[in-house]
């Protein structure tokens, strides 16, 4: 197995890990902007949908940032 080959997975997962990371951090950082955003949709619960929206994104980048069941996919 090369060096590439061995690598690849590993910077695949850190992208796609920050990704999620990223957005799930700027939820939180400015929650109040994103439920003011999510009400203004319609939408009833903002802060609680925003708050699981922000923790499921959270949970999943970590785990793809650690390599927790990636063989699975």
């Known amino acids: 197995m090369s ?4 690598i690849s ?3 695949g997962r850190i992208v796609l ?15 109040q902007h994103y439920s003011d955003l ?3 949709k319609g939408i009833v619960a903002a802060p609680f949908f925003l ?3 922000a923790a499921v ?6 785990a ?5 069941r990636t063989q699975v996919a």
Not at 57 to 62: H, K, Q, T, V
Request: no cysteine; net charge negative; aromatic share 20%.
């Open 3 to 6: 060096l590439a080959e061995r």
């Open 38 to 40: 999510v009400a203004a």
């Open 57 to 62: 994104e959270a949970i999943w980048g970590f």
């Open 51 to 53: 708050a699981a929206a």
């Open 9 to 11: 997975p590993l910077i």
């Open 64 to 68: 793809l940032l650690i390599g927790y």
């Open 17 to 31: 890990g920050l990704f999620f990371l990223f957005p799930a951090w700027e939820k939180v950082r400015d929650f």
